[in-house]
């Protein structure tokens, strides 16, 4: 789930008061019990999904991991998405309040595992049947050949689309930027609603249109800072002018709120999201009929259509007084089994490879379409400041969009704040 990527590297400032969502493992520091080998105590997880939809799917698979182990009690803790990153780096840094396991967004991960709070989980029980995970999934969780996490789920984006203001502003779905500006053009004009919905207080949402203009936020090989290239600021000056034409609408606070109940109440046609997003849009009163809602790939740019590789990782604390529970847990929860019933309630997409050969999910409409677009999905760099490329970013974008800083402007902003992140970069 994506609710606030930026939110997350801009939250910087905040207290340590986790305490009583901390590592409350009890006594067994190895988790098991005396002279039997069976775990037990207590494994604390802090899960960043959605709530109001994800969150009651994994709360119960994670509670159900009792099952299993029965000596064994899961805390589950739901963490906001935008607040997550600082609130366990925070309780981590302190050594007070932070959990056994944490659903770590792929950015995440080295950069945790960079700061020593990730325990290295080669040859852990939490790295079971690892040849079947996907392998641009797998390279989120390699941080120095050690390995620091779990693929839980994969993802990038698409343009969700509203099949019924489609039909009635007799349109089809665009392929390009320039269709996308004459498509939202005939939108307005027929139904007099916008077009585009293009969150503007998420640099996340920004990715896939500088992907399509052949830019980069870094070359990490080459340690070269590419955002303020020319690539980059054609990034800039697209965004800018789906806002100025009218084909889109932005805002600059509060963006998935805002961007998730116009599209939900057909108060706008479409609008760029990812997998994470599909159970929630599916209960708007637009999408009572699941079939009206219609997915494709985001408008290719001048390069081609790019779209970034998301999704999360399971990650175990290095300061857990519960490691050998918690490996299990984080085994449990992105094992096949448990990702067949992700995928079925929520449609996210599995990291495993025989997941997707279960019924279930090779005839889940939403897992069809995006499974071609995660394999040709752009990485991100997966090093340790990767999560924090998003503040820099998610300010300029935002005052390019709103008219405060021109694309050029803003793209070479960008560039001098990451330079200043990245020591010795180019």
Not at 133 to 138: E, G, H, P, R, Y
Request: hydrophobic content about 40%; some cysteine; overall charge neutral.
């Amino acid at each position: 789930m994506r609710r606030g990527i930026a939110a997350t590297a801009l939250v910087a400032a905040l207290g340590v008061t986790l305490a009583a969502c901390g590592s409350d493992s009890g006594s067994n520091g190895g988790g098991g019990a005396k002279g039997s080998g069976e775990l037990s105590g207590t494994v604390t997880w802090w899960d960043t999904s959605t709530v109001g939809s994800e969150d009651k799917v994994f709360k119960k698979v994670a509670e159900d991991f009792k099952k299993k182990h029965p000596k064994v009690t899961v805390k589950y803790v739901n963490v906001p998405f935008g607040e997550a990153q600082n609130k366990f780096k925070n309780a981590a840094q302190s050594g007070s309040g932070a959990p056994d396991v944490i659903r770590s967004e792929v950015a995440w991960t080295p950069e945790f595992a960079d700061l020593g709070y990730l325990a290295p989980l080669d040859g852990t029980t939490a790295l079971k049947d690892s040849e079947d995970f996907l392998k641009q999934a797998a390279a989120s969780t390699q941080y120095k050949g050690k390995t620091y996490g779990v693929p839980q789920v994969i993802d990038s984006m698409g343009i969700f689309y509203n099949k019924k203001i489609f039909k009635e502003a007799g349109v089809e779905v665009p392929k390009t930027i320039d269709e996308l500006k004459t498509v939202s053009a005939k939108i307005k004009q027929k139904t007099g609603k916008p077009g585009l919905y293009l969150r503007g207080d998420d640099a996340y949402w920004f990715l896939s249109f500088l992907y399509g203009e052949g830019g980069d936020l870094v070359d990490a090989e080459k340690k070269t800072v590419t955002v303020d290239n020319t690539a980059g600021v054609k990034g800039f000056k697209v965004v800018k002018d789906l806002v100025d034409s009218g084909a889109a609408k932005t805002d600059a606070t509060d963006g998935w709120n805002n961007m998730q109940t116009a599209f939900k109440d057909g108060k706008v046609a479409m609008m760029i999201n990812g997998p994470w997003a599909v159970a929630d849009t599916y209960a708007g009163k637009e999408f009572k009929d699941k079939a009206n809602l219609g997915i494709a790939p985001v408008p290719a740019g001048s390069a081609g259509q790019g779209a970034p590789q998301g999704g999360h990782n399971l990650a175990v604390y290095a300061g857990s007084k519960n490691l050998d529970a918690s490996y299990a847990f984080a085994e449990y929860m992105t094992s096949a089994e448990t990702q067949a019933t992700v995928a079925k309630e929520l449609s996210l997409l599995p990291t495993r490879q025989s997941v997707y050969i279960k019924s279930d999910v090779a005839t889940n409409e939403m897992i069809t379409f995006f499974k071609p677009v995660v394999d040709k999905a752009v990485e991100r760099p997966w090093i340790p400041e990767t999560g924090s490329l998003f503040a820099p970013l998610v300010t300029e974008y935002t005052k390019v969009l709103t008219g405060q800083t021109s694309p050029d402007a803003g793209a070479k902003a960008t560039g001098d704040a990451y330079r200043k992140l990245l020591k010795d970069w180019k």
